[in-house]
């Protein structure tokens, strides 16, 4: 315990103040007991993951490339029209295993020509589309 004597008053009071440091270690120690016995909690979720490294396919799928130029669309580097783009998506559309559409804008081509083109296969039902030599848009 401690004592403080000097008092301004000068009256002689004692004054007694409890020492906590006693108290505060026990503490720190049950504290750590009750972390140390605390079960650990594992969360485990459980997925159906796939097999590892599936097998590549066994044929390689049928790519037409569209490209849109300035002056109209190109199929497989060949000059098309409209109404024969939208028979060839037909046609492809209609196949059990739907060939791969890849679409190679020009830079200078109008974006309505290729939203043309891109709904023209929606409509037909072509799935596989994708755009291909897009870096030259990043700069």
Do not use: C
Not at 30 to 52: G, R
Not at 125 to 133: D, Q, T, Y
């Amino acid at each position: 315990m401690a004592m403080n004597i000097g008092n301004a008053s000068g009256e002689g009071e004692v004054m007694v103040e409890m020492n906590t440091t006693p108290l505060i270690d026990v503490m720190l120690v049950l504290l750590t007991l009750l972390i140390i016995t605390l079960p650990i909690q594992t969360h485990a979720v459980k997925l159906d993951m796939p097999p590892p490294n599936p097998p590549p396919p066994k044929t390689l799928p049928i790519v037409h490339t569209i490209g849109v130029e300035l002056d109209g669309p190109l199929v497989d580097g060949a000059p098309v029209s409209f109404e024969q783009l939208d028979a060839y998506f037909y046609e492809w559309a209609q196949q059990p295993d739907q060939p791969e559409i890849h679409i190679d804008p020009n830079r200078f081509a109008k974006y309505d020509m290729v939203a043309k083109i891109l709904a023209n296969a929606q409509r037909r039902g072509v799935s596989k589309i994708g755009f291909v030599n897009i870096a030259q848009y990043g700069q």
